[in-house]
């Protein structure tokens, strides 16, 4: 169920996301999830985004629905499973009862339901049709107040759900059956026999029986029928009498409750759990690749995992040198490592995607200014070493603030490599009249170890 509304919520946010590719990218980097466990990072977005769910109509409503729907169903299911039980084991004291009409409802019916969940797994379209769950998502696309797709499951899923479900209602009118039995033999001395129009003898009966009886023959012997009870308690209706063997014989007939009962446990509830086990199984992997499938998360997921791409020339133009001595030019490597990128004003979650634009890695990512205070600031810088990269917004007027830090920083650190930015929009591209703002601020200063590379 938890899958099944990650699923819902994840189709109702991604259809009201409107975050930039650079803010999704930027997420990828900072969470560091390889792109080949793209369902984690499916996750992970929706864990961190849940909130942006204000209304979660198509997520609580159709949950709601499902649980009180299949809610019902399932209490049906025991409802029946007792009641039929408690029909054909129903003793009036002057007949006894047939196991028969026990055997079909508790051994029969259980295999041929469950032939019919394997039909079901052979992708059969007919069984989606007389699905709840179809049923359920056609009506909620017909009256939803927000537009969403007649396939907000798609068919493999509508079909595994379908087949749990079945299983978990069979499992559920079988432990109806078997409450029904114990409830019948504790509260009443009931008489069991067998009686059938077909022409079967007491041999051929019984080598039948121990067939059925093969799972627990072994541990518990007591619950297989011995071919003397089954002589015993064969009864025939003619004259509607039973015979003086039969109640010579009356304290035994009970017995039958054992087999009757392990029969129920392993048929109708052991397998029936094993295929509701693996039904779910198969229900959570059709949920994850059906996740993947959707087209707002193949998108999503495109968007995280594809780089930002910056075209730069290699030979590198320096706008802000105003003298020689000021900045320093040098041909753009390929991949520049620093000790640390500092972001001026930028919050340290937002560095990674701003490093991969400019093509240069760090050891660390640090936001300086902006919250900090002049204090924090100043242990950062007194924490640096070797060459770092700084980072700030070109299109912001120039401060002593920033100057002050400039300073302090590249009287620290080896080197300082000054990275003017635009607009994230605008792949981070600074604008010309932001840099000529810039460089008459800079031709006040003279720095050694300070270049600008754009």
Same mark, same amino acid.
């Given at each position: ?23 999704? +990218? ?7 999830? /390889? ?281 590198? /133009? ?134 600008? +590379?754009?």
């Amino acid at each position: 169920m938890n899958l099944l509304q990650s699923y819902l919520e994840l189709y109702e946010l991604l259809k009201e996301d409107n975050s930039t590719k650079e803010e999704r +990218r930027n997420f990828a980097l900072r969470e560091k999830i /390889e792109q080949k466990r793209a369902y984690e990072q499916l996750f992970l977005w929706l864990a961190k985004h849940r909130e942006k769910l204000t209304d979660k109509e198509i997520a609580s409503r159709y949950l709601h629905i499902y649980k009180t729907g299949f809610g019902i169903i399932s209490l049906l299911a025991f409802v029946f499973g007792f009641l039929a039980a408690s029909v054909v084991l129903h003793y009036n004291g002057s007949e006894p009862v047939n196991v028969i009409y026990f055997l079909f409802l508790s051994f029969v019916v259980p295999l041929l339901t469950m032939l019919f969940s394997l039909l079901a797994m052979m992708k059969q379209d007919f069984f989606l049709h007389i699905s709840f769950t179809y049923i359920l998502q056609k009506l909620f696309a017909k009256f939803s107040k927000k537009s969403i797709d007649e396939a907000l499951l798609d068919k493999d899923v509508l079909r595994w759900i379908f087949i749990q479900k079945m299983q978990s209602s069979a499992l559920l009118f079988a432990l109806g059956m078997l409450a029904s039995l114990l409830f019948s033999i504790t509260t009443q001395d009931i008489a069991f026999a067998w009686s059938t129009t077909l022409d079967i003898s007491a041999k051929q009966f019984h080598a039948f029986l121990a067939v059925i009886a093969l799972p627990w023959s072994s541990f518990l012997p007591s619950g297989v029928p011995s071919l003397e009870l089954i002589e015993q308690s064969h009864y025939f209706r003619l004259g509607g009498e039973i015979s003086k063997e039969m109640l010579t014989h009356a304290a035994t007939l009970g017995s039958w409750w054992q087999f009757l009962a392990m029969e129920t446990l392993f048929y109708a509830i052991i397998l029936r759990l094993l295929l509701y086990i693996f039904a779910t199984v198969q229900l959570k992997k059709t949920l994850q690749k059906s996740m993947l499938q959707m087209p707002q998360a193949k998108a999503l997921l495109e968007d995280m995992n594809q780089p930002i791409i910056s075209t730069k020339a290699k030979e590198l /133009e320096i706008p802000l040198q105003v003298e020689e001595t000021t900045t320093k030019s040098s041909q753009k490597e390929e991949s520049i490592t620093y000790s640390a990128l500092l972001g001026y004003t930028f919050e340290a979650d937002e560095l990674p995607l701003i490093a991969e634009v400019l093509g240069v890695e760090a050891k660390e990512y640090v936001g300086v200014a902006g919250k900090n205070s002049i204090e924090e600031d100043a242990q950062i810088i007194a924490k640096t070493d070797g060459a770092v990269a700084l980072v700030f917004k070109a299109w912001e007027v120039p401060t002593m603030d920033f100057i002050d830090f400039l300073e302090d920083l590249s009287a620290k650190a080896s080197s300082v490599t000054l990275y003017p930015l635009g607009y994230a929009k605008e792949n981070f591209q600074v604008r010309q009249k932001d840099l000529s703002i810039w460089q008459e601020k800079l031709k006040q200063q003279n720095y050694s170890n300070v270049e600008v +590379r754009v």
